[in-house]
């Protein structure tokens, strides 16, 4: 099982970047999926998730209308676009995929990919 995550990268603030995570392994359509982030010095952190069953997309408030997390099950892929980005967003960002959408919140996913550094200039 592999989630492989990629699109991190350097923005100015006010800009936008798009990650994605392609899994391998596993088919993530029967899957809770979810972003979380981990700035220097700081424990990582849920950023959005979204449920294995009805689909249902949850934030960290500091997310909530700036991020937007997507699945494409067709694609085996789990999105998250980020606009407005700000410096305070600077971190890697990890993905997950969980079998329990609140054990996966909590940080607590079955699987983990590995990060991408987002890097956010002011």
């Known amino acids: 099982v592999q989630l492989q995550a990629s699109g991190g990268g350097l923005v100015q603030a006010g800009g936008s970047l798009r990650l994605s995570c392609t899994a391998s392994?596993?088919?993530?359509?029967?899957?809770?999926v979810g972003w979380f982030r981990q700035a220097p010095g700081k424990e990582r952190a849920f950023v959005a998730a979204?449920?294995?069953?009805?689909?249902?997309?949850n934030y960290t408030d500091s997310a909530k209308g700036r991020f937007t997390i997507s699945k494409d099950t067709a694609q085996n892929t789990v999105y998250l676009q980020m606009n407005s980005l700000k410096p305070e967003d600077t971190s890697i960002y990890y993905c997950?995929?969980?079998?329990?959408?609140?054990?996966?919140?909590?940080?607590?996913?079955?699987?983990w990919g590995q990060g991408t550094q987002v890097t956010v200039s002011s």
């Open positions: 997950a995929a969980g079998l329990h959408d609140i054990r996966l919140r909590l940080g607590f996913p079955e699987y």
């Open positions: 392994g596993l088919t993530l359509a029967n899957y809770a």
């Open positions: 979204v449920g294995s069953k009805r689909g249902t997309k």
